[in-house]
């Protein structure tokens, strides 16, 4: 596509559900990538694919969070048991050089009730 | 402690009344400083890379320029659709997955 994709666009869940967030990264690029914006701070990086390589996850916050990309493309992330901490905008990017800038998505917008 | 520090936190200019925004690090290794327009309810979009110390690039209204331990981003006779949070962020060596750090941004509102 013509940019990067992420659904829902907004997404409201009960404490203890889970969900699933979709990015769709632009076509031929190989790396994704996951942020979380929270009100007033900063992007949080969550995690990074590149290629078949295996993804960096060293920015998730806890085991509630997982994320996988399938056949090199579409990128799904799951969080567990959701708290009211993880209310947040939970944007993808992708890349063909991370060094030439990322194209980010317009974000989920996550609320936790 | 912050290793990115955005100033001022909001800014607020009259149209045509130039000004800057501060973007400092504490980084060493530094790979890329990157400078992002974020509009309300969508995501960061990219303006700029900066590879090394001297470098400079423009677009529009717009001029980044980068020290060893600073980025200014420089905003000439804004307009009103200037409006924006900017963000900036850096990538460095060592810092692993090509992972950018970002600072909070400067909020900056030109009024008409």
């Known amino acids: 596509g013509a940019g990067v994709s992420q659904s829902p666009s907004n997404k409201v869940t009960e404490k203890g559900k889970d969900v699933e967030l979709r990015c769709d990264p632009i076509?031929?690029?190989?790396?994704l990538y996951w942020y979380r914006q929270s009100l007033g701070q900063g992007l949080e990086f969550l995690i990074y694919?590149?290629?078949?390589?295996?993804?960096?996850k060293s920015g998730l916050p806890s085991d509630r969070f997982s994320a996988e990309r399938t056949g090199g493309s579409v990128s799904t992330l799951t969080i567990q048991r959701t708290q009211q901490e993880d209310s947040a905008v939970y944007l993808c990017?992708?890349?063909?050089?991370?060094?030439?800038?990322?194209?980010f998505g317009s974000g989920t917008r996550l609320t936790v009730v | 402690e912050d290793q990115v520090t955005q100033s001022p936190e909001a800014l607020r200019l009259q149209e045509g009344e130039s000004s800057s925004l501060n973007c400092s690090y504490t980084?060493?290794?530094?790979?890329?400083l990157f400078w992002y327009r974020q509009d309300p309810g969508k995501g960061p979009e990219f303006l700029f890379t900066?590879?090394?110390a001297g470098e400079e690039k423009e677009k529009e209204r717009l001029k980044a320029t980068l020290t060893k331990k600073e980025s200014f981003l420089h905003i000439t006779a804004p307009k009103p659709e200037d409006s924006a949070t900017y963000l900036c962020a850096y990538m460095y060596s060592g810092g692993g997955a090509d992972g950018l750090t970002f600072g909070k941004g400067t909020h900056l509102i030109i009024q008409p």
């Open positions: 990017a992708s890349s063909l050089v991370a060094l030439y800038g990322y194209t």
């Open positions: 076509s031929g690029h190989t790396a």
């Open positions: 900066l590879y090394s």
């Open positions: 980084v060493s290794g530094l790979r890329g």
């Open positions: 694919f590149q290629g078949n390589s295996a993804p960096d």
